[in-house]
Nanobody
Framework: QVQLVESGGGLVQAGGSLRLSCAASGLTFSSHAMGWFRQGPGKEREFVATISWSGGSTYYPDSVKGRFTISRDNAKNTVYLQMNNLRPGDTAVYYC??????????????WGRGTQVTVSS
């Protein structure tokens, strides 16, 4: 049974930082690209970051580029999202996903349950 468990969310002031983690089990982690998505209140799900199986390729939308960094540790079956210079607009539930490299939700076969990130102004 595949499980993706996110952690590290919380309440932070604008300009602050958080690091999210996603621990994977039940799959060959190093064979899967990993992604982060988010869904803010009243908003559609939004792509945040993706990383290839080796970690050699990453991709971000303009909304987070330069502020967020995705990384992975295949020895620990964990993917991370370092978020710096957070803005109130980054408030959302953040989900990690495992599948194929790319920005589309349909690229991913497995999803975590999410962790809440709230950025206060």
């Amino acid at each position: 049974q595949v499980q993706l468990v996110e952690s590290g969310g919380g309440l932070v002031q604008a300009g602050g930082s958080l690091r999210l983690s996603c621990a994977a089990s039940g799959l060959t982690f190093s064979s899967h690209a990993m992604g982060w998505f988010r869904q803010g209140p009243g908003k559609e799900r939004e792509f945040v970051a993706t990383i290839s199986w080796s970690g050699g390729s990453t991709y971000y939308p303009d909304s987070v580029k330069g502020r967020f960094t995705i990384s992975r540790d295949n020895a620990k079956n964990t993917v991370y999202l370092q978020m710096n210079n957070l803005r109130p607009g980054d408030t959302a539930v953040y989900y990690c996903a495992a599948g194929s490299y790319g920005p589309l939700g349909n690229n991913y076969d497995y999803w975590g349950r999410g962790t809440q990130v709230t950025v206060s102004s």
